[in-house]
């Protein structure tokens, strides 16, 4: 049963609270570790990069209620297990394009100790959920690295198909992958 909260959802074993300013240092040791950004931006941020990114998180958090970059912590322990977003596509750039186009995008990304237990598995399942309970959103895209297998692996149980994707130049090679809601 899916829980809201005005800044706090909740699946089994996690606790999902939107990003404030003061979690820049918790984001930051995600963005400049490289196990966890070599499929997200090919390499690990310098505290520069971090805060541009921060940035772009602060945008995505400040424009719609509810929506954005959580911090997910483990129910049993309060231990920080990584991110995950649920956000209008476009909305780190300040877009509304993807609140016009029904289009949601979903993400995770987990601390290295927290791999391979299943979590990003709820937190997709979870998100998912949660974007159906929004009139406006139509679709949820997984945007992934297309070696990242694991995520492929997620997305595919969770619903979602490989979608056409127009490759950006000068960006990290993408595969989008679409569950359609309505
Ligand atoms: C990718 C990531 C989120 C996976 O999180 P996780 O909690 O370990 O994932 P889960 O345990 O829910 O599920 C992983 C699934 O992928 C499978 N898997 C893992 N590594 C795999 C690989 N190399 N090849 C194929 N499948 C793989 C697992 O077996 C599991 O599937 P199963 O449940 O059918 O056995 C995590 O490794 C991470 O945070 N990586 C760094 C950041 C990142 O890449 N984020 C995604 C950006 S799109």
Redesign the pocket.
């Known amino acids: 049963m899916i829980k809201i909260h005005a800044t706090r959802l909740q699946s089994l074993q996690l606790i999902y609270t939107l990003y404030t300013d003061s979690d820049f240092e918790e984001y930051k040791r995600q963005a400049m570790d490289y196990?966890?950004?070599?499929?997200?931006s090919g390499k690990a941020c310098n505290e520069e990069e971090a805060k541009q990114k921060w940035e772009m998180i602060m945008t995505a958090n400040t424009m719609h209620n509810v929506l954005g970059y959580y911090s997910v912590r483990r129910i049993e322990d309060n231990e920080v297990v990584?991110l995950a977003k649920l956000v209008y596509h476009g909305s780190e750039r300040g877009s509304l394009e993807g609140k016009e186009n029904g289009l949601a995008e979903v993400?995770?990304?987990?601390f290295?100790e927290?791999?391979?237990?299943?979590?990003?598995?709820?937190i997709t399942e979870y998100l998912t959920e949660f974007a159906k309970t929004f009139d406006d959103i139509k679709e949820v895209v997984?945007?992934?690295?297309p070696d990242?297998?694991?995520?492929?692996?997620?997305l595919t149980?969770c619903g979602y198909t490989l979608f056409p994707t127009i490759q950006e130049e000068g960006k990290q090679p993408s595969e989008w992958y679409k569950i359609k809601l309505k």
Request: aromatic share 16%.
């Open positions: 196990e966890i950004m070599k499929y997200i990584g993400g995770y990304s987990l290295p927290f791999w391979d237990k299943g979590y990003a598995t709820e997984g945007i992934i690295h990242n297998a694991a995520s492929k692996r997620i149980k």
